[in-house]
């Protein structure tokens, strides 16, 4: 996208999200930093979203609750079931020149066409690789089903904002729109920098200066690739090579994953702060999962002057130079992760060389400027409209 500084004055929005604020992840802070950033330069948002009665973050803007249910097994996840009468009256009222919608649910399927039948520009995000998921719980023979479902929706739309470069060929390659752009993700270097580092800190929850800590953060869900994590550390102590394993987040696999990473510290859910003192005080993240389509992880690690071992797919990919800033792997390969992970055990010096590199390379990556893009794709597109 064109670093760009639109008139948003005026300009109405109401985007559609599956998850805005009752479950802190990735995806959703990005959506709030985009409402942020929008209102800031005069255009008016509101988000219409499933809501719960104690959030762990106050949403950013008007947040309309959808009415949704709780997914069994994941009850921490609402799937919005529709747009309500009370809902339409809303979006009837506040009459908006764009609809962006976040997520492939039903709430976002009618939102995308009370748009079309209006005539108003319809934008989607694609936060996640849904069709992923099946394999991780049994059911990779409906990978192909998840695609033709997505496909309908997505097919329909103006345009599809997709995290990362690497992302837009694999959309394009599915069929699942011809128009397709990059919307990135900025990361709060005050708060992700190699300064964090606190070894005090990594003492404290029974860590030793040394051997080398290999990191992990994000949902333990086990569609981030937990299992790969675990049989490759488990190659790493067949080898003798001395590490220590440090694990940041919260999520319904912790058990599993604990029974998985013997002598693993957990640090449990951070945010701010906290957070970024822990990634800056590991020796490298290891990020194995394939169904990012962005990698914010990685890019806070790299900010954090921490190299990545992350797996070679869509996310990491776009952000991690191999053999500079860190290393890609083939998702199936744990031998190579083994390799690139006992690399940095072995030779600290290496690390620190790609972890500079790795900070260096996140400068780039600054959240008004992705964001304002965003406001000149809506323009763009009321533009087009109109000429039409």
């Excluded at 108003?120 to 690789?129: D, F, G, M």
């Excluded at 987040?249 to 957990?266: C, L, M, R, V, Y």
Aim: proline residues 7%; neutral net charge.
């Amino acid at each position: 996208m064109a670093d760009t500084r639109p008139d948003l004055a005026g300009l109405r929005v109401a985007l559609f999200s599956g998850n805005y604020n009752y479950v802190r992840d990735g995806a959703n802070k990005a959506q709030n930093r985009l409402v942020g950033t929008l209102m800031e330069h005069g255009a008016d948002m509101r988000v219409y979203s499933p809501t719960i009665a104690n959030p762990p973050f106050p949403p950013t803007g008007p947040l309309v609750s959808l009415p949704s249910f709780a997914i069994p097994g994941r009850s921490e996840y609402h799937i919005p079931i529709g747009l309500s009468a009370k809902v339409r009256a809303d979006l009837e009222k506040f009459d908006p020149h764009v609809i962006h919608i976040s997520s492939p649910d039903r709430a976002a399927r009618q939102a995308a066409a009370w748009g079309r039948k209006r005539g108003k520009p319809v934008v989607c995000t694609i936060h996640t690789r849904f069709e992923t998921y099946p394999r991780y719980y049994g059911f990779g023979f409906a990978e192909g089903l998840v695609e033709a479902w997505l496909r309908k929706l997505y097919r329909r739309c103006d345009i599809l904002l997709c995290p990362s470069p690497t992302m837009i060929g694999v959309l394009k390659e599915q069929g699942m729109n011809d128009r397709v752009e990059v919307w990135s993700r900025g990361v709060e270097k005050q708060i992700f920098n190699p300064g964090a580092r606190d070894l005090e800190w990594r003492r404290s929850i029974g860590l030793a200066d040394e051997p080398p800590v290999i990191g992990f953060l994000g949902r333990l869900v086990l569609e981030k690739g937990l299992s790969v994590f675990a049989e490759t550390l488990a190659e790493l102590r067949k080898r003798g090579v001395p590490h220590q394993v440090m694990v940041v987040g919260e999520g319904p696999a912790k058990s599993w994953f604990a029974d998985h990473t013997p002598g693993a510290a957990f640090a449990g859910f951070l945010a701010g702060e906290d957070l970024g003192r822990t990634v800056a005080s590991m020796d490298m993240l290891f990020n194995p999962s394939v169904t990012e389509t962005f990698g914010n992880v990685t890019l806070e690690a790299m900010a954090a002057g921490v190299p990545v071992v992350a797996a070679k797919a869509t996310g990491s990919s776009g952000l991690v130079d191999d053999g500079r800033t860190g290393r890609l792997v083939d998702p199936t390969d744990i031998a190579g992760f083994a390799d690139a992970l006992a690399a940095y055990c072995e030779d600290p010096a290496l690390g620190k060389a790609h972890g500079a590199a790795a900070a260096e390379a996140s400068s780039a990556y600054d959240w008004e400027r992705i964001n304002l893009a965003v406001g000149a794709i809506y323009r763009q597109l009321l533009a087009e409209r109109a000429a039409a």
